[in-house]
């Protein structure tokens, strides 16, 4: 039930990122955030719902592995799927800014 519970997170928070990456030219932080998210499962190697630095380190989630301290913003040492989304959402607001600010009028 845990499991089949955060494979349907994971689909929703694909679905969520990719469209919004791509409208502001973040493809690629937007293939390697889904990737992590498709991941996090496999990494997950105590079924917690959360992926331990340790975890993160051993698995396959380089995106979760290069940016673990920026996705842990509580600082508990682990991180969830809401936090790699929030993560990603706080990137999106960036890059959106950024884009709104180089329009000249």
Do not use: T, W
Request: with cysteine.
């Amino acid at each position: 039930m845990h499991c089949a519970r955060l494979a349907l997170i994971s689909s929703l928070a694909l679905g969520a990122i990719a469209p919004a990456h791509a409208q502001h030219g973040m493809g690629s932080l937007s293939s390697d955030a889904s990737m992590a998210l498709k991941n996090m499962k496999i990494a997950d190697r105590n079924k917690d719902g959360l992926i331990s630095r340790e975890e993160a380190e051993k698995g396959p989630v380089p995106f979760i592995r290069a940016h673990f301290d920026a996705i842990d913003r509580e600082h508990r040492g682990a991180v969830s799927v809401d936090d790699v989304k929030a993560y990603v959402a706080s990137l999106q607001r960036k890059g959106a800014h950024a884009a709104a600010s180089s329009v000249k009028p």
